[in-house]
């Protein structure tokens, strides 16, 4: 299968590289050239637009900042919509609402394409390894065709169901991510505050109940004063967004993820956007008046 990558940003660059690793022949697209020099090195055509990857591939992905970006490079001017064909599949890998995702997937199916919204967790370090996690939504027969380009890049793949449905499971998952990066925020703070080593807390606690995949990854970056993304602030925010905007459509109550959307908002007006998302900490040292490291 000849492939497609248009999104080269911190997650995209690195999962269109394990597709060429993989074997599969590469055509990108991407805003900035730096990465798509980058990646011609490494054996990959470039393309002009979205129009032109999408003339020349079976399969075609995106991973895009939110819905607006994905509209235009599927739908605008010189977008996919305009080089597809017959039996092309187009797979998005952005963060999106799911109501966008259901729209573009209408549009497609008009010119033969089949649609796949594949949303992915596990940040950089994932996408760097080919171990992301990777949600579905779309039907069973065109997931089994693009199956192996799929484990290139991650090592869980669950079709969840229809169309959107992958985006319903990425909204779910963000809200659990920034529940658990405020409460690791809380906790650090917490206990340097009222006496305790961090470290040592984290150590006593992540084994137990409270095991989770932010305390097994986020503390030792902490520790170490690394506050760099893994995944931006700005984008939890952007998907706690999405969140609240589904919420609201369909008309559930969701207390908790309002306030920790509230909390990214305020990293974002801060100027902490472009930190990684376990950064929310900074909020907590700031209303504690003491740092983490000190």
């Not at 992905?61 to 017959?86: K, M, Q, R």
Request: net charge neutral; charged share 20%; proline share 5%.
């Amino acid at each position: 299968m000849r492939i497609g990558y248009i999104g080269l940003g911190l997650m995209g660059k690195s999962m269109a590289r394990n597709i060429l690793k993989a074997g599969f022949p590469l055509v990108v697209h991407n805003r900035s050239q730096a990465a798509v020099d980058e990646l011609v090195k490494e054996g990959a055509e470039k393309a002009s637009s979205p129009r032109d990857v999408a003339k020349q591939v079976d399969v075609i992905f995106t991973n895009l900042p939110d819905s607006p970006d994905v509209e235009t490079v599927v739908l605008g001017p010189n977008g996919i919509l305009e080089g597809a064909h017959p039996g092309l599949i187009y797979v998005d890998n952005s963060t999106i609402k799911p109501a966008v995702s259901r729209k573009i997937a209408e549009e497609l199916a008009k010119k033969g394409v089949e649609v796949l919204d594949a949303p992915v967790s596990g940040g950089d370090v994932g996408a760097r390894n080919g171990t992301l996690t990777i949600m579905v939504g779309g039907s069973a027969e065109s997931l089994e065709k693009v199956r192996p380009v799929l484990q290139a890049m991650g090592k869980t793949i669950t079709l969840v169901g229809g169309p959107g449905s992958g985006q319903i499971a990425k909204a779910a998952n963000q809200i659990m991510v920034a529940a658990q990066m405020v409460a690791m925020g809380e906790l650090l703070i917490f206990a340097r505050k009222a006496g305790a080593d961090p470290a040592k807390v984290v150590e006593a606690i992540k084994s137990g109940a409270a095991q989770c995949w932010t305390l097994d990854i986020k503390p030792p970056r902490l520790f170490a004063g690394n506050r760099q993304p893994g995944f931006k602030a700005r984008m939890q925010s952007k998907d706690l967004n999405i969140v609240l905007e589904t919420a609201k459509e369909y008309d559930i109550p969701l207390p908790s993820a309002t306030l920790d959307a509230e909390l990214f908002r305020s990293m974002v007006q801060k100027g902490m956007g472009e930190l990684d998302n376990s950064a929310v900490i900074g909020l907590f040292e700031e209303m504690a008046n003491i740092r983490l490291l000190e």
